[in-house]
């Protein structure tokens, strides 16, 4: 098997092949930390750590790196309103950025980069920019001259004089042609600034992630990914810089999530439907939301509404419930070989299932459905009245995996457990033997007011928190 990816850059799927095997070399663009992340930023964080997960599974070393855009003009905007040093609001937001996303279930990147750490990095490679010609200085600021490169527009698929059109013509232009784009900035009075042979400035949005992934990842990356409104102009504009300045490929795979609806509508301040993840996940846990986002592949828009969501609840639950009865049933189960390869066949069928699906442009949606299948698959074989030790791990192990791949791995019960709601669960099934009702009640109500919710099922008495 071989995974299958959709590159932007050539509107096809294609086979991928990293530039050195076993290894990839991946760039997600991260946030511009002015404030807390909303559930449109969230999409992509979720969605390419999911697919670095698989590709982990898979057996790949990835290395991932995802930066943060620390100094920008909403941030210095942002930061001159709360009248607070533009580092104090940057590490905040950075702090709040790594708690939403580690609830999430995110992977900490194995790099993040910031801005402010590459400015002289940055100042050079605008440098190696200006002396090939692809730059130049005006009045303090530093721009790129777009129609030097050839090709400029491959990735969003439109030529130069359909952008010419569409490009504003500022009066007074300090650049040479409107579709030119800045690399360094003057400072104006009062702002955050680094010295440069410019003059005392701060570097454009752009220049940014192309310098930090040569940094950290080399000349050439295996895939470079972000939002859907990324494409262009600033994953257009990081190929144009990057190429200019090495002469070669900046990145071989190009991917891009779609976007995310409230109830059919964009999202917006305007519409007031702007929800961010710091709000959100204190209303819906975390996990479902991560759940609910990879229902749908990760290159189409997604709809969030409250239906929706509720139904991804109901999902995981679902699975949550197989996996805890499972879970008990094993424990008491013996060592049978009784139709034992039949289900083991069926186990197998599902993660093969699940793998097809993720090779094929990481369609989580499809991969979810395989996982409902083998759920599905492991209630059935608990009705049984004799069950097999062996096959009842095995769908344990292929759940942990499968649901591990996806960021989602289970409720520990055994964490959950402690010597007093045992002691107290064992004396109500010893008083329900006894025909001792009252008492049995007692301990359930006992139980509830301790948060504590009994369910008594075939395989048993379970409980969990309400």
């Not at 990816?5 to 070399?25: A, D, Q, S, W």
């Not at 997600?28 to 992509?44: K, L």
């Not at 580690?102 to 940055?122: F, K, Y």
Request: contains cysteine.
């Amino acid at each position: 098997m071989s995974i299958q990816l959709y590159n932007t850059l050539t509107r096809k799927k294609e086979k991928f092949v990293p530039i050195e095997e076993g290894k990839v070399k991946m760039y997600v663009c991260g946030p511009t930390v002015y404030n807390y992340i909303h559930i449109g930023n969230a999409r992509p964080v979720i969605a390419f750590d999911t697919i670095r997960r698989y590709l982990e599974y898979r057996g790949y070393e990835v290395n991932y790196v995802s930066n943060f855009t620390d100094v920008d003009d909403k941030i210095i905007k942002a930061a001159n309103e709360l009248n607070e040093e533009v580092g104090d609001l940057t590490e905040r937001f950075i702090a709040a950025y790594h708690e939403d996303v580690n609830a999430l279930g995110c992977e900490v990147a194995t790099a993040h980069p910031r801005v402010t750490e590459h400015i002289d990095d940055i100042v050079e490679f605008i440098q190696v920019l200006i002396d090939k010609g692809f730059a130049y200085e005006s009045r303090g600021d530093v721009y790129f001259r777009t129609r030097k490169f050839e090709g400029y527009g491959k990735l969003s698929h439109q030529s130069i004089d359909e952008l010419k059109v569409g490009a504003r013509v500022e009066e007074n232009a300090i650049k040479t042609d409107p579709l030119d784009f800045a690399l360094w900035k003057s400072a104006k009075e009062g702002e955050v600034s680094w010295d440069s042979p410019w003059g005392k400035g701060r570097p454009g949005w752009h220049i940014e992630c192309s310098v930090m992934a040569k940094q950290l990842l080399g000349d050439t990356i295996d895939i470079h990914a972000g939002g859907q409104d990324l494409t262009f102009p600033h994953h257009e504009n990081e190929i144009a810089q990057s190429e200019a300045a090495t002469g070669k490929t900046f990145a071989n795979y190009w991917m891009h999530n779609g976007y995310i609806n409230i109830d059919n509508e964009k999202m917006s301040k305007s519409l007031g439907n702007f929800i961010l993840v710091h709000d959100i996940r204190k209303q819906i846990d975390p996990k479902v939301l991560r759940f609910f986002m990879l229902s749908v592949h990760y290159r189409h828009p997604v709809n969030f509404a409250q239906d929706l969501v509720e139904s991804a609840s109901n999902g995981l639950e679902r699975i949550q419930t197989a996996y805890s009865n499972l879970q008990h049933r094993v424990t008491i189960s013996a060592n049978l070989a009784e139709n034992s390869e039949l289900w083991l066949d069926k186990i197998n069928e599902q993660i093969n299932a699940f793998e097809k699906s993720m090779d094929d442009d990481f369609n989580t949606a499809n991969a979810i459905a395989a996982i409902f299948e083998l759920s599905k698959h492991a209630n059935v074989y608990l009705l049984e009245k004799n069950t097999d030790r062996h096959v009842l791990q095995q769908f344990i192990d292929a759940l942990d995996q499968l649901m591990g791949v996806l960021g989602l791995p289970f409720d520990n019960a055994d964490e959950l457990v402690d010597d007093e709601v045992d002691a107290l669960i064992q004396e109500r099934l010893d008083a329900r033997k006894n025909r001792d009702f009252a008492r049995a009640d007692e301990i359930r109500d006992e139980l509830k007011a301790q948060g504590i919710i009994l369910e008594d099922t075939a395989q048993g008495t379970r409980w969990k928190r309400g």
